[in-house]
């Protein structure tokens, strides 16, 4: 299995730009999470997905972010408009029902200039 | 409010010494709590996971206690080598049922020197 994939994994834009960040999670894994990693706040959770349904979005900093996950194997997260204070990496993960351990992919670092 | 620390921040070693990482977390309520690894630019990978129920986990060289009344936990690595060099993070759920929301620790940053 090639694991959760995440794309770009690297992104620099300017400020006040769109920004989408992607992930595909690993087959058969029907929770999908989305963290975002600081130096200062370490790794929060912003949102997860239960069989494609948003559970949890209490971690959405702000409605600049938004997620969507269309199918099982696909999911987004944007930012509109992105700000400086955005640069983080964004990491996605998956888990299978009846697991607890999440599967995290490689992440995605984004700088906002 | 779920709160996790991780003490020391950093930790350098050398090798073949034992060591010990600590976490502590301020509400003791919890389901489970998980130690991760996280190499450099890449994602985190769990090691071990110890349930509410659980006084300590097994894996290798690796041993993760957990005393949930003093709200702490310790991750013991044996005979470390310079492969165990990475950030290693704790993570504790504190609600069962359909909640999986993960609450994490910023890290200790492990080096191993040869």
């Known amino acids: 299995d090639a694991g959760v994939i995440q794309s770009p994994r690297h992104e620099v834009t300017e400020m006040g730009q769109e920004v989408t960040l992607r992930c595909k999670p690993i087959s058969g894994h029907d929770y999908l999470f989305w963290y975002r990693q600081t130096m200062m706040r370490g790794l929060e959770l912003l949102i997860y997905f239960n069989n494609n349904v948003p559970i949890d979005d209490s971690g959405m900093p702000e409605d600049r972010f938004s997620a969507k996950m269309p199918n099982a194997s696909f999911s987004t997260l944007k930012i509109q408009p992105s700000e400086p204070r955005d640069s983080a990496v964004y990491f996605c993960a998956s888990r299978p029902t009846g697991v607890d351990t999440q599967y995290f992919g490689p992440g995605t670092r984004l700088t906002v200039l | 409010k779920q709160e996790v620390t991780q003490i020391p921040a950093a930790l350098s070693v050398p090798e073949g010494e034992n060591l010990v990482l600590n976490c502590s977390f301020t509400d003791s309520a919890i389901y489970n709590l998980q130690w991760f690894r996280q190499d450099p630019g890449k994602g985190l990978t769990s090691l071990l996971l110890i349930q509410s129920s659980q006084r300590e986990q097994t894996s290798g060289r690796l041993n993760a206690s957990l005393d949930k009344s003093s709200g702490r936990s310790t991750l013991y690595i044996a005979a470390s080598q310079p492969g165990d060099s990475a950030t290693y993070l704790c993570?504790?759920?504190?609600?069962?049922?359909?909640?999986?929301?993960?609450?994490f620790g910023k890290g200790t940053l492990l080096t191993v020197n040869p």
């Open positions: 993570a504790v759920r504190t609600s069962g049922g359909s909640n999986y929301k993960l609450t």
